[in-house]
């Protein structure tokens, strides 16, 4: 049996079923969000760990957990974040066009999500701009929702759609190169 590494953080999921399954992965706490509709006890348990220990956010890499993402990344700015992929997070017993989230993540995918967690940086300054993100064909064309997902899992940011993305790199820090890399398969 793999020893499961401890998490300082408290780590923001959904519900109680991606608890039960993070505890399969790793030793941590977590904040519950209660779904989509983030309960205001959540976002303060949040703000209060953010002081004293630090929090993650892994949510489902669905909508709803886009939206969660960003209301406790609202209320968090300084909070890591930790991302699965669409495919990571299916449901391989249930109906797997349906069921999807960290609830359905095995262990070790878990466990590599925490250790690529993603800090936001606070006023800095990238080189990447909508016009570096058009030339390279990540926001039009036949292939740039794949060459997205091939960003967004290799940076370990999570997958976004054209109008975030720009967003996402500047929130990390991301540069030209590193994506340029990426693309190149270097």
Do not use: C
């Not at 079923?17 to 992965?25: E, F, H, I, M, V």
């Not at 949040?46 to 956010?57: D, S």
């Not at 609202?74 to 495919?87: E, G, N």
């Not at 967004?152 to 994506?179: A, C, D, M, P, W």
């Amino acid at each position: 049996m793999i020893e499961r590494p401890h998490i300082n953080e408290m780590i923001v999921v959904e519900g109680k079923s991606d608890t039960q399954n993070l505890a399969r992965a790793v030793v941590a706490d977590t904040i519950e969000t209660g779904g989509s509709a983030v309960n205001g006890d959540a976002v303060r348990r949040a703000q209060y760990a953010a002081k004293t220990r630090g929090v993650i956010i892994l949510t489902d890499p669905d909508f709803n957990g886009q939206r969660i993402r960003q209301v406790m990344t609202t209320a968090v700015p300084s909070a890591k974040q930790a991302y699965i992929t669409q495919s990571e997070g299916r449901a391989q017993k249930d109906n797997w066009h349906k069921s999807l989230g960290v609830e359905h993540a095995e262990p070790d995918t878990l466990r590599q999500a925490l250790a690529f967690v993603m800090t936001p940086k606070i006023d800095i300054v990238t080189d990447v701009d909508q016009q570096f993100l058009l030339q390279n064909g990540l926001l039009n064309g036949r292939d740039a929702r794949k060459r997205r997902e091939i960003v967004g899992e290799s940076l370990h940011i999570g997958y976004t759609n054209g109008k975030q993305l720009l967003k996402r790199v500047q929130q990390f820090g991301i540069t030209q190169i590193q994506i340029l890399a990426v693309l190149k398969g270097k």
